[in-house]
């Protein structure tokens, strides 16, 4: 089964980093995405990002790094063939939030949402914050 990893990875954590190892032990196939959030603004430029997930998933040979900047997640899985999309949560503000993008992947696409619980030794972790400590 292929599951997509989406995120807008500005910068690339060692959260996410977690989450992608996880989830490439639960997956045949693990695509981790960087999406377009029209909330953020972008810091690092795609490519850059890019790059540093394709760095964090070089020991991971089930993960493949793609990107997808112009339309909805639920139109990449429709083309992609992928009905399962992974996200990890921090906490209960995360998941409230993701619960309704959760619904609407679902009622638009029939795509499902598996929640990854953050490691509780990363979940402070954010990319705004690591942002501003550099």
Do not use: W
């Not at 995360?94 to 990854?116: C, K, P, Q, W």
Request: a negative charge; one cysteine or more; proline letters at 4%.
């Amino acid at each position: 089964m292929r599951a997509l990893f989406p995120g807008s990875f500005d910068p690339v954590t060692q959260g996410h980093q977690d989450i992608l190892r996880r989830a490439a032990l639960l997956f045949d196939e693990v695509v981790v995405c960087v999406m377009f959030n029209a909330n953020k603004t972008g810091r690092f430029p795609v490519t850059d990002r890019l790059d540093q997930l394709r760095a964090a998933a070089t020991e991971l040979s089930n993960v493949t790094v793609d990107s997808h900047t112009g339309g909805l997640l639920v139109d990449y899985c429709s083309r992609a063939g992928i009905d399962v999309v992974i996200r990890g949560v921090r906490g209960v503000p995360d998941l409230e939030y993701e619960m309704s993008m959760a619904r609407m992947n679902h009622e638009l696409a029939g795509v499902e949402t598996v929640f990854i619980a953050a490691d509780p030794a990363l979940a402070h972790i954010s990319s705004t914050l690591v942002t501003a400590m550099s």
